[in-house]
C-alpha cells in the first residue's frame, strides 16, 4: 500500500523533523512527484534566504547595553535597593514590636 | 525603552508562558557557566528580535529587556532551558509591544501582516525579498518561520516557546510558506493549506 504524505510532511522533511521509515518514504515520493518536489525546493531556498537575510546580525559587534558588564551593574543596584527595603522593613517592625512591649509594661 | 509592565493590557491578553518554563528550569547559581551562556545566546536573540520587529533599536531594547528579565529571575537555568526561556520572553514581550501600538489601526494592520516594517534597512535584493516576505506574515506566522527556519528550534520546542500546540504551530509554518513569493507563482495549481498529495 502506498503511504500517504501530506503538505506536512513535505513541512517535516524540509524542517528536518522526520526519521526513520517516515523520512525514507517522504524522499521516495519527492523523488517520485515532481510538483512536491518542486514544493521542497521552493521552501528550503525561502528558508536559506531568510537565513542569510538574517545572518549578519549575528557576527554585528554586540552593543554596550547588551554585555553583562553592563547589566550585571544595573542588577546589583536593584539587589541593594532590595537589602535596603527589607532592612528598613525590618526596623520599623522591630521599632513597632519594641514600642507595644514597652506601652504594655507600662499599662500594668 | 520598552517597558513591558507600562504596556496597555487588551482583551485576551497571552498567559506569561515564560513564567512557566523559569519555574521548569534547575536552580542555578550566577557563574562562568551562566556568564558564557548569555554570551553565546545575545547575537541569536539579537537576531529573533530584529527579525520579529523588523527595527534594530526596538529589537535590542527587546533583547535588553529579557536578558534583565531573565537575570532578576531566581531560576535562571543553563543551556537548552535558557534558551527556550529568553525565546518566549521575547516573544512574549514583543506581542505585549505590538499589542500596546498606540494605534488601534496600528494593532491590527500589524497583526494582520499588513505593514511594512521593514522598509529602511539592507540594500541587497536578497534582503529586499527576505524582508518583503517577513513583512507580508501576521506577527504569529512570523514568529513560527522564525524559530522553526532560523533559528533552528524543532516543532515541538518552537510551539513551547510560542505558547501553542503543534499543530497550531505547523499551520502557522505552513501559512507563513504560502505567502512566500516563489510560493505565489505556483498557487494557482495548489489548494491553501494542509492537503494530500498522494
Known sequence: ??????????????????????LGEVR?????DINAALQVQRWAAARDSLRAMLQPIVDEPLPLRLTLERIEPSLARDREAYRRLLFA????????????SATLTLLR | MFIPG????????????????????SQGDWDVGTRADFDALTPALRRYARGLTGGAECADDLVQDALLTALRSRGVGRGAAL?????????DFN????????????????????????????PTARAVMGRSVLAAMTLAEREAILLVSVEGFSYDEAAEISGVSRPALIARLAKARGRSPQHASAAGRHAPGLRVVS
Do not use: C, N
Not at chain 1, 500517504?4 to 522526520?18: K, N, P, R, S
Not at chain 2, 507600562?6 to 513564567?19: D, F, S, T, V, Y
Open chain 1, 89 to 100: 522593613l525590618g526596623f520599623v517592625s522591630g521599632l513597632v514590636v519594641g514600642l507595644g
Open chain 2, 6 to 25: 507600562k504596556a496597555r493590557k487588551p482583551a485576551g491578553q497571552p498567559k506569561i508562558r515564560w513564567l512557566k518554563i523559569a519555574e521548569q528550569t
Open chain 2, 83 to 91: 534558551q527556550r526561556k529568553l525565546y518566549a520572553i521575547i516573544t
Open chain 2, 95 to 122: 506581542r505585549m509591544r505590538v499589542a500596546s501600538l498606540e494605534s488601534a489601526d496600528d494593532f491590527g494592520r500589524e497583526t494582520r501582516g499588513e505593514v511594512v516594517p521593514f522598509g529602511r534597512e539592507g
Open chain 1, 1 to 22: 500500500m502506498t503511504p500517504v504524505i501530506t503538505d506536512a510532511d513535505l513541512h517535516a522533511l524540509v524542517d528536518g523533523e522526520l526519521s526513520g521509515r517516515r
Open chain 1, 28 to 32: 521516495q515520493h519527492v523523488a517520485q
